[in-house]
């Protein structure tokens, strides 16, 4: 027995050598084995949330289009907090933290930042009933961020020319909470990017940004600081090619375009309405729009465009009703009192299900309803000459984003003289659909609809909470 002890051990030592010389897999090829991609990520509006129809987001769309590249499941880690963001990356249960982070210069000692997808600016945000701050030296009250945050990152640097500089950090609560609790007045200031306060204003239509804080910055994704790049290396080409073929101009205007032109007093007016008028008619749109396959809201938010949801609206050019419905338009389908509610909210959900049917079925949401809606505004035909005249000029027709620049030059001679409709008002059109996707933004979350409890994710995605 111990000469067979001795021969194995002799045989081990001889093979260890060539165990040793084996190649180990590198980190690309780890992620690829193991057959999912795992993210970490927040719940907020700029980020990832569930929605009516399903998960949604920036950060969402950017890692499913990278694990669908892969071919990997997406597994999303989701937290509160910054600090949870980056103790899930530190840790190595995410792979990658895509939570709106800023490239700042103390995070980029201890991560590796993707090319950037965005560019953002730091904003003091205070109520619009308290004097406005001119600058940092004129902060009469006490200002709150999220903890370890970039926003606190940049005061620490301010305080070094400013020492009287006072702030409050918060560890539990995120930028769009903070900006809930200024909004009810239970704190003084705080500091909001230009994403998150695009797409929040609207909801918190009393909130103003004072002045802005120091340079941009830049969001990307964040990954740990290894040696091994190969992983690193497929993220940052991902970024490429996205910067390239226009995907991420996309998704861009797709999340934040609609938020651009922001009116105060309009927004106003609407959250008044959706308390006022909105429940006479909410039976009525919920009812239409499933009947047609439409999201209520949506239905609704054309309905407000179009008459501020007033039953009895004439225009000068004799539309009419809560829809606004031509006579032609509601002859042929079928309604016979347009200044009904219901009839009118049941012949403008069959016409604009009619529209998105007759946009060609290549196109993908949202694109295919936003199109659906400036032809509802301007005709089919106005609508395809802007698409050729997209066509023509080398960009994508069927593409929201490339359309809309677009539709303005049926204004123009030059233009419309080339299309086979002639003259149309395309900068009304224009205008007409990012006004309802502004509606349609703050009826979802006024209405703050959510999926069923017992909803399946779709089998590529599979949603973490951690409990840390």
């Known amino acids: 027995m111990a000469y067979i002890a001795r021969l194995l051990l002799l045989i081990c030592t001889l093979l260890l050598p060539l165990r040793t010389e084996l190649p180990q897999p590198n980190q690309l090829e780890q992620i690829i084995t193991r057959g999912e991609l795992r993210v970490v990520t927040r719940n907020a509006a700029t980020t990832y949330f569930l929605g009516a129809n399903g998960a949604s987001g920036m950060e969402y769309e950017l ?187 996309t998704l861009l205007e797709r999340y934040y375009s609609h938020v651009d032109d922001f009116d105060y007093i309009e927004v106003r007016t609407f959250r008044r309405h959706i308390a006022t008028r909105l429940p006479n008619y909410r039976t009525l749109f919920e009812q239409q729009a499933a009947a047609n396959d439409l999201d209520w809201r949506l239905l609704a938010a054309v309905a407000y465009q179009e008459s501020h949801w007033d039953p009895k609206a004439v225009s000068p050019t004799g539309v009419r009703g809560i829809m606004m419905l031509t006579r032609a338009t509601a002859k042929q389908l079928g309604i016979s009192r347009r200044e009904d509610p219901a009839q009118s909210i049941e012949g403008g959900a069959r016409y604009l299900r009619q529209l998105i049917n007759t946009i060609p079925k290549r196109i993908s949401e949202p694109d295919r309803s936003w199109l659906a809606l400036a032809s509802y505004n301007i005709g089919f035909g106005h609508l395809e000459d802007a698409r050729i005249l997209t066509q023509r000029q080398g960009a994508t027709p069927d593409r929201w984003l490339e359309v809309k620049q677009r539709l303005p030059l049926l204004q123009q001679p030059k233009w419309y003289q080339q299309t086979k409709h002639g003259y149309a008002r395309g900068n009304e059109a224009k205008r007409y659909v990012e006004n309802i996707r502004s509606y349609y933004h703050i009826l979802k979350w006024v209405m703050e609809q959510r999926p069923a409890p017992d909803e399946e994710p779709p089998a590529s995605l599979q949603i973490v909470t951690p409990v840390l």
């Open 63 to 249: 890692a499913k289009g990278f694990a669908d590249q892969l071919g990997l499941t997406l597994r999303l880690i989701t937290v509160n907090t910054i600090n949870e963001v980056l103790q899930q990356l530190d840790e190595g249960a995410a792979d990658i933290a895509a939570a709106g982070l800023t490239m700042t210069a103390e995070r980029q000692q201890h991560y590796r930042f993707t090319p950037p997808y965005q560019q953002v600016s730091q904003h003091l945000i205070y109520r619009s009933d308290r004097r406005r701050p001119a600058s940092i030296n004129d902060i009469p009250g006490d200002v709150e961020v999220i903890a370890s945050s970039s926003h606190s990152e940049r005061l620490r640097q301010i305080q070094q020319q400013h020492q009287h500089l006072r702030w409050f950090e918060n560890s539990e609560l995120g930028s769009e909470q903070l900006l809930a609790l200024l909004w009810e007045g239970l704190i003084d200031y705080t500091i909001a990017d230009t994403n998150t306060l695009q797409l929040n204003q609207p909801l918190y239509p009393e909130l103003r940004s004072a002045f802005t804080i120091g340079e941009p910055e830049s969001l990307a994704w964040a990954l740990q600081m290894r040696s091994d790049t190969s992983f690193y290396d497929v993220a940052c080409d991902y970024f490429n090619i996205l910067q390239r073929d226009g995907r991420l101009a």
